[in-house]
């Protein structure tokens, strides 16, 4: 095993032609696979043939691949490879597939231009500039449209995010328009790649599942089309909602999973390249840093390409505007680098950011992923979970407490989040060297839900309380540097019913429920305005860890209280902004750094933009658990 994992025994090959290469009169094949002995590419009539009906062989070519062509227009026409080795025949789908049958298990040649929605390529202006002006907003594709209560057309697919006007019975807005209302700026999306564990075959069967089982990297899921046997229907429906998002000012980041497949064995990378794509140890047995069976071995130069070729076709065909990397640490710094190299020469303004959690791999400490080497990696943003576990406690241990809940040794750790996680001094910051490289979130799609988990941690709490705290969170999220991340429903304190890890749990568990949004109307337009807040004010969005540093100055307080003072941002035309954020259960007093007129713009009740109540002195009372903020007139 141990030679089937070293470079140096495999061919590389460099080029951009790997798949299928389709023009109207004919179609180029091309697959790496150097330790096979012939390769077979074979057509067949419908995805379900029991036998090819014609075979064609490939001719051994440089770096390791097979190649041939094959005249005529080949659009719509089902396609594997076989591969023999060692006295056997396997077949292969193509890992450089765009199109497959249900449940991918042939490939598809297409003319990808036939998928295009008309004025696909026209540009849509948003009022995003910089990492730091965006607001994620963390959805799963089903749960957005699933609830049978709902008034959409297509539920659980991709085009219920193309249908508008979709409001309660009262007229409160939900899917699309609820985003529009709300202003955050990028839609990240759990995986929409094909994925193994729903049978698409089968719909009509409740399934559900987040994705993160990839199968085929380069092709949507066919469980959000309205039909997952015609190989074109998923292509144009995924790029029919990435052009309604575009055209209502969203951007679209793709949630993706390079770090795993969901089976080894079965998988085609490692049918065509056996031992090379996962890593191992020194037994042989798969290495299972991932926890869930493989790990990707992305230090490896055909790993790498195929990694950095999946990122820029998504980019480039589909428009995407971001990107989620998964277990981001199993990864090696190079590889990211690389990408983020690439990416730049498409759209400099695509957004990376990954899950840097410090897991054990086979690499060199200095070359893995990770929040300890952020220096080496910039513009590529980490999930920060000194935010998450600082403010609401740990995401492993349900019982324990964090810093809004009254685990008050938590606030030098909740200082270095308000300032994007930089190092602002000896004992605040994080691991960011730069505020665009700071993720800070206080749920996701994993663990549970901020409401979820204050019930866990305040059972004797009334729920007027407990609303409190998840708005003094909310504020703390979205008046901090850095780039702040929402999970779908967070604003109207979406609940899985104290599930954490929901990833089967049902659409019952997992599904917006948007009755909630009239419910706690309140807390969604807290929530709303906050996020105006943010757009409209730099002072909270300041591009430089340097600037940080010079404009913003904590305030003397307690434990329970982090307020501080920014100053003089030159675009922002409040001068001086005090944030006051009060984790104590009483009113506190704050010691303000100018004895003067001050607007309250943000209350316990009410976040925004528009002055709510005026005052001149050096000094104000903070109401119990929430958040103030004010300008100085």
Not at 145 to 155: A, E
Not at 519 to 532: A, E, M, N, R
Not at 571 to 578: A, E, L, N, T
Request: charged letters at 25%; proline letters at 3%.
């Amino acid at each position: 095993m141990s030679d089937m994992n070293n470079d140096i025994n495999f061919p590389t090959y460099g080029s951009v032609d790997l798949g299928n290469v389709y023009a109207a009169t004919y179609t180029t094949f091309k697959v790496w696979s150097p330790t096979a002995k012939q390769v077979m590419l074979i057509f067949y009539h419908s995805w379900n043939d029991k036998l090819e009906h014609k075979q064609i062989e490939m001719t051994k070519s440089d770096g390791g691949t097979w190649t041939t062509t094959v005249k005529g227009d080949l659009h719509g026409v089902i396609y594997n490879y076989k591969v023999y080795r060692s006295g056997e025949w396997e077949e292969v789908v193509d890992p450089y597939v765009r199109a497959v049958t249900v449940n991918g298990h042939r490939g598809v040649v297409i003319d990808v231009n036939k998928t295009n929605p008309k004025h696909w390529y026209k540009q849509y202006k948003t009022n995003f500039s910089h990492p730091v002006d965006a607001v994620f907003y963390e959805l799963h594709v089903r749960d957005f449209s699933i609830d049978h209560r709902s008034p959409f057309q297509y539920k659980g697919k991709y085009l219920a995010f193309t249908e508008t006007n979709t409001t309660l019975h009262d007229g409160v807005k939900i899917g699309l328009d609820h985003l529009a209302e709300l202003g955050v700026t990028h839609i990240q999306l759990l995986p929409v790649f094909d994925y193994e564990s729903v049978d698409e075959s089968n719909l009509h069967i409740p399934q559900y599942n987040w994705g993160y089982d990839p199968k085929h990297l380069n092709v949507p899921e066919g469980s959000y089309a309205s039909d997952p046997y015609d190989p074109m229907i998923r292509i144009k429906e995924w790029k029919k909602a990435i052009q309604i998002l575009h055209e209502n000012g969203f951007k679209v980041v793709m949630d993706v999973v390079y770090n795993h497949l969901f089976s080894v064995h079965d998988s085609n990378l490692h049918q065509l390249a056996p031992g090379y794509f996962f890593r191992y140890n020194q037994d042989g047995a798969l290495m299972n840093n991932t926890g869930v069976g493989n790990d990707t071995a992305s230090e490896r130069d055909m790993v790498r390409k195929w990694i950095v070729d999946s990122v820029c076709y998504w980019a480039s065909e589909y428009k995407i505007d971001g990107f989620r990397f998964d277990l981001m640490s199993i990864h090696d710094v190079e590889t990211m680098n690389d990408i983020r190299e690439q990416l730049d020469k498409i759209d400099p303004s695509i957004i990376m950011i990954g899950e840097g959690w410090n897991i054990n791999t086979v690499l060199p400490s200095e070359d893995i992923a990770n929040q300890h080497n952020a220096h080496r990696m910039p513009r590529i943003a980490q999930f920060n979970d000194f935010t998450r576990d600082g403010l609401k406690g740990s995401v492993f241990q349900p019982e324990v407490r964090g810093w809004i809940n009254g685990d008050y040794a938590q606030q030098n750790k909740v200082k270095g989040s308000v300032v994007g996680g930089v190092k602002w001094s000896d004992d605040i910051g994080h691991f960011a060297k730069e505020p665009d490289q700071c993720v800070n979130y206080v749920e996701c799609h994993d663990n549970h839900t901020l409401w979820d988990k204050l019930s866990f941690t305040q059972p004797h709490d009334d729920e007027h309380t407990k609303i409190k705290m998840h708005k003094l969170a909310m504020a703390f999220l979205l008046t901090s540097q850095g780039i702040p991340f929402l999970h779908a429903g967070q604003e109207f304190l979406r609940t899985k019913k104290g599930v954490a890890n929901s990833y089967r749990s049902g659409d019952d568990i997992n599904q917006l429920d948007w009755e909630r949004k009239r419910k706690y109307i309140d807390v969604f337009q807290y929530t709303k305005g906050l996020i105006t807040l943010r757009a409209a004010h730099s002072s909270f969005r300041i591009q430089h860890a340097a600037d940080i540093r010079k404009h913003l100055l904590f305030l003397d307080s307690d434990s329970s209280m982090i307020a501080y003072h920014i100053s003089h941002d030159e675009r922002d035309i409040w001068k001086h902004i005090v944030v006051a954020h009060n984790a104590d259960r009483q009113g506190k007093a704050l010691h303000l750094p100018f004895h003067s007129e001050w607007n309250i713009v943000v209350n316990e009740q009410h976040a925004g933009t528009d002055i709510l109540s005026r005052f001149h002195g050096n000094h104000v009372i903070v109401p119990s658990l929430s958040t103030m903020v004010m300008y100085k007139s």
